[in-house]
């Protein structure tokens, strides 16, 4: 498994909330968590560009980040869905900050972006 060979500082509360928040789909996921979307498949269908796999480990790192509950239900076949913990829901109106953001400084983001070699695929990741 890859270790990364710098040592991570988290001494600074923004780089926390980066490492909590690191991966593509977490704050999408966040979102739609928060207006009703719980179960994975209907989480899929919401960001159909983001393969099963990768929407089921940023799920799995937003639970142990405690971002995320979740409730497995006994039945066949299996019933599960997602619901923001306290600490969740107090990150929403940061995202809803970045997305504000994001959204007044969309074309000169984008032009910056489409400028760098690379940096679309990289935001992929």
Known sequence: MYQKKLERTLDCGAVLTMQVLHGKWKSTLLHFIA???QRPSDLQRAIAS???RVLNIQLN????????GKTIYPQLPPKVEY??????ESLLSV??????WGNEHRAV????L?????????AAE
Request: proline share 5%; no cysteine.
């Open 109 to 112: 983001l984008e032009a910056v």
């Open 50 to 52: 983001a393969t099963r």
């Open 95 to 100: 995202i809803d900050t970045l997305e504000k």
């Open 61 to 68: 790192e937003l639970e142990q980040h405690g971002l995320v």
């Open 83 to 88: 619901y923001l913990t306290p600490l969740g």
């Open 114 to 122: 489409e400028a760098t070699p690379g940096a679309l695929s990289e």
């Open 35 to 37: 207006r009703g979307v």
